[in-house]
Nanobody
Framework: QSQLVESGGGLAQPGKSLRLSCAAH????????IAWFHQAPGKDREGISC????????TYADSVKGRFTISRDAAQNVVFLQMNNLKPEDTGRYYC??????????????????WGQGTEVTVSS
């Protein structure tokens, strides 16, 4: 069965770091752009980062730019989100999604074609 699996979430103190992973099973992962979304408690899901199928171009929301970094491994079958200098407002569930390109990443729409189940992140002292 084809699926996306997120991992790496957990509890971190403000200012510390976490590294999230998005692994594909049953997909030729390198053919797709991958986006990361954040859903804070009680809030709508919003896009925070995207990496194109080639791995050479990335985008970031203003809220995470300079703190988070998206990347693909050499085989392009795993996408990472390195989260540095975490803030309490980063708390929530993080999802990865297969996407058609990396334009207009902000709210979910027709360009997202497949979703993972998400991984929880809590940033608290």
């Amino acid at each position: 069965q084809s699926q996306l699996v997120e991992s790496g979430g957990g509890l971190a103190q403000p200012g510390k770091s976490l590294r999230l992973s998005c692994a594909a099973h049953g997909f030729n992962f390198k053919l797709y752009s991958i986006a990361w979304f954040h859903q804070a408690p009680g809030k709508d899901r919003e896009g925070i980062s995207c990496i194109r199928s080639t791995g050479g171009n990335t985008t970031y929301a203003d809220s995470v730019k300079g703190r988070f970094t998206i990347s693909r491994d050499a085989a392009q079958n795993v996408v990472f989100l390195q989260m540095n200098n975490l803030k309490p407002e980063d708390t929530g569930r993080y999802y990865c999604a297969l996407r058609r390109g990396c334009t207009d990443v902000g709210v979910p729409g027709s360009r997202e074609i497949y979703w993972g189940q998400g991984t929880e992140v809590t940033v608290s002292s």
